[in-house]
């Protein structure tokens, strides 16, 4: 069973925000429009890896609803290009860029990596992807082939660390048959393999952990009803099934940092 199966979204925020996208602070979309743990502060936290200015451009890969992409470019001023196998996703990131007046500078495809016919990319970027994903290799193989030579690379992502059982349900998965998360040793070295150069490889648990701590605190302080845990389908018991995963060891959550050899 997929865990992406949201529709109409942009319908949905309105109706939990009771207001126009238009009239949302960045403060409230930053509460929806993050899917991964860590929220804006985690793509701070990449962005110096990614090493982007204006006129270059990024691979967003898992897009998801855009959060990452419109932060990345607001504060690089850089082009992104965002892909997402959730058509319901690219749809309500598409119509929130526009709200920010990015859709000159930030792009969403519904798209496997697998098919885009686009490279050249100066750097790729993937938040909580790859735990949906089952050949690893050859995920990242096709961002290799999409980057530019001696590209950035920055990954936050999910890994398992012991083989307890899954919380379920998760972000990411419902009932286990979409979740292939790897050890953080395993996944460090699929991503070497793929011809990428380890500059950074942080295990940020504790930082994530802590985030998960000041969740409630924040929302609260949004003053909207519009958040992520409220657009997904029993999401409040898939975010507290993570963030317990992550304080018992179960789960860790490693930020990366690559470059694509020369």
Not at 121 to 135: C, K, W
Request: aromatic content about 6%; charged content about 20%; hydrophobic content about 45%.
């Amino acid at each position: 069973m997929s865990a992406y199966t949201e529709t109409d979204l942009v319908t949905t925020i309105g109706q939990l925000a009771g207001a126009d996208l238009s009239d949302l602070t960045q403060a409230q979309l930053d509460g929806i429009d993050q899917f991964h743990g860590g929220g804006a502060e985690a793509v701070d936290r990449l962005i110096p890896s990614l090493d982007l200015s204006a006129g270059m451009t990024l691979l967003d890969v898992g897009s998801g609803l855009g959060g990452p992409a419109r932060q990345i470019a607001r504060t690089t001023g850089c082009d992104v290009l965002g892909v997402d196998l959730t058509e319901a996703y690219v749809e309500a990131a598409t119509a929130l860029t526009s709200v920010a007046r990015l859709g000159a500078r930030v792009q969403f495809l519904h798209s496997d990596i697998a098919r885009l016919q686009r490279s050249g990319f100066d750097a790729a970027l993937s938040m909580h992807v790859q735990m949906n994903v089952d050949d690893k290799s050859a995920f990242f193989g096709e961002i290799a082939k999409r980057l530019r030579r001696g590209a950035c690379l920055a990954v936050f992502e999910v890994c398992r660390a012991s083989e307890d059982a899954l919380p379920l349900p998760l972000p990411w998965s419902i009932d286990g048959t979409d979740s292939f998360l790897a050890a953080p040793s395993d996944l460090l070295g699929v991503i070497e393999d793929s011809g990428f150069t380890a500059l950074e490889w942080v295990d940020e648990t504790p930082w994530v952990l802590q985030w998960f701590d000041d969740l409630g605190s924040r929302l609260a302080a949004a003053e909207t009803e519009a958040s992520l845990p409220a657009l997904l389908a029993d999401g409040p018991t898939r975010m507290i099934n993570f963030a317990v995963a992550l304080a018992d060891g179960t789960f860790t959550v490693h930020r990366g940092a690559f470059r694509l050899a020369d």
